[in-house]
């Protein structure tokens, strides 16, 4: 399974972006999506999930009413929109597969995209 990820790059406080991951190499409609982010100096944080299908989602606190994952299995992608940027959301944003059609757990994960840079300033 391979996971490209793109979309990142450098917007002011209150803007938005749209980032997208591509996948290959299996079936995408079959399995779910995660996103995570890594700012520097912390530990990886579980951003938001999405099902196989797209029906359910999740969010972490931080995500919640401002993050939007959706997918589109005829183009294998999966797409997390952001609005209402914080500066602490800068980060590295990282795509994820796990082998089942949903989870929250983060252990289940096994499959990681390259990440992109999201930079948000002040």
């Known amino acids: 399974v391979q996971l490209q990820a793109s979309g990142g790059g450098l917007v002011q406080a209150g803007g938005s972006l749209r980032l997208s991951c591509a996948a290959s190499?299996?079936?995408?409609?079959?399995?779910?999506m995660g996103w995570f982010r890594q700012a520097p100096g912390t530990e990886r944080e579980f951003v938001s999930a999405?099902?196989?299908?797209?029906?359910?989602?999740f969010y972490t606190d931080s995500a919640k009413g401002r993050f939007t994952i959706s997918r589109d299995n005829a183009k294998s992608t999966v797409y997390l929109q952001m609005n209402s940027l914080k500066p602490e959301d800068t980060a590295v944003y990282y795509c994820?597969?796990?082998?089942?059609?949903?989870?929250?757990?983060?252990?289940?994960?096994?499959?990681w995209g390259q990440g992109t840079l999201v930079t948000v300033s002040s």
């Open positions: 999405i099902s196989w299908s797209g029906i359910t989602t």
């Open positions: 994820a597969a796990p082998d089942s059609k949903y989870t929250k757990r983060e252990s289940e994960y096994k499959y």
């Open positions: 190499g299996r079936a995408f409609s079959n399995y779910g």
